[in-house]
C-alpha cells in the first residue's frame, strides 16, 4: 500500500500565478482534505471532498478551490498566489466513518517569490 | 474564539523516562480530541484520540487524558525512546468542523 501521495515535493511560483497540487489517497479510502501548514505552526483546515463534492471547508478565501476526481483523487489549486501562500500542503485521507484518524501524505512545500 | 493550544513548545526528556505532553482547549463542543506526531520531512501521523465523554485512554505506549473540568488533554508516553522525538500535535473536532491542530510541541529524546 503506498498510502497517501502527493505531488510535487516542493514548488516554487511566482506572485500572482496558479498553482495546482495533485494528491492520491490512501487505498480503499474514499475522504481527501487539505491542510496547510505554515512553518513552526500546526497544520490548518482548508475543505474536505467527499463523493466529489466539498463537504467542509474552513476559514480560506476563495482563491483556493478543489476538485475530488471518480477514483477519490483530488486536486488542491491556489488562484493569484500571495507571498503569504508560502507552506507545506498537507493532503489527508480517511473513511467518512472515521471521525479522527486522518492518514497524512507527506506534502508539498510551496514558496511564493 | 475558539482555539487549541499548548502549554510548552520544546520538551526534552532522557531516553527511558516518561513524557508530558500538555495541550489547553477552548471549546467544549469538541467531540474528539486527538493526538498526532509529526516527524521532520513527513505529514503528522495518528496517535491516539479520545471521546468527549471519557477521561482516560491508553494505547502502546501512550495514555491521554481529558479533564473537561479545566478544559485540558495530555498525552503521556512511557519508557521514551529517541524514535519518539517529534512534533506532537493535539487537536479536537466537533460534528461542527474538521480537525483544528495547535501549534504543536517539539520533544527531544536525549540517548
Known amino acids: 500500500d503506498a498510502g497517501v501521495t502527493q505531488s510535487p515535493t516542493h514548488l516554487i511560483k511566482t506572485r500572482g500565478q496558479q498553482v495546482t497540487l495533485r494528491c492520491s489517497p490512501k487505498?480503499?479510502?474514499?475522504?481527501v482534505s487539505w491542510y496547510q501548514q505554515a512553518l513552526g505552526q500546526g497544520p490548518q483546515f482548508i475543505f474536505q471532498?467527499?463523493?466529489?463534492?466539498?463537504?467542509q471547508r474552513g476559514n480560506f478565501p476563495d482563491r483556493f478551490s478543489g476538485h475530488q476526481f471518480p477514483n477519490y483523487s483530488s486536486e488542491l489549486n491556489v488562484n493569484a498566489l500571495l507571498l503569504g501562500d508560502s507552506a507545506l500542503y498537507l493532503c489527508?485521507?480517511?473513511?467518512?466513518?472515521?471521525?479522527?484518524?486522518?492518514?497524512f501524505g507527506q506534502g508539498t512545500r510551496l514558496t511564493v517569490v | 474564539g475558539e482555539s487549541v493550544g499548548l502549554h510548552l513548545p520544546t520538551l526534552s526528556v532522557q531516553e527511558g523516562d516518561n513524557s508530558i505532553i500538555n495541550c489547553a482547549y477552548s471549546?467544549?463542543?469538541?467531540?474528539?480530541f486527538i493526538w498526532y506526531k509529526q516527524e521532520s520531512g513527513k505529514g503528522p501521523q495518528f496517535i491516539i484520540d479520545?471521546?468527549?465523554?471519557?477521561d482516560k485512554r491508553q494505547g502502546q505506549r501512550v495514555t491521554v487524558l481529558l479533564n473537561k473540568t479545566v478544559k485540558h488533554l495530555s498525552l503521556q508516553i512511557a519508557a521514551t525512546q529517541p524514535g519518539d522525538s517529534a512534533v506532537y500535535f493535539c487537536?479536537?473536532?466537533?460534528?461542527?468542523?474538521?480537525?483544528?491542530f495547535g501549534a504543536g510541541t517539539r520533544l527531544t529524546v536525549k540517548p
Open positions: 489527508a485521507s480517511s473513511f467518512p466513518a472515521s471521525h479522527t484518524e486522518a492518514f
Open positions: 487505498s480503499g479510502h474514499d475522504t
Open positions: 471532498y467527499y463523493e466529489e463534492e466539498e463537504r
Open positions: 471549546n467544549s463542543a469538541s467531540d474528539y
Open positions: 479520545i471521546r468527549s465523554n471519557m
Open positions: 487537536a479536537e473536532k466537533s460534528t461542527l468542523h474538521d480537525m483544528r
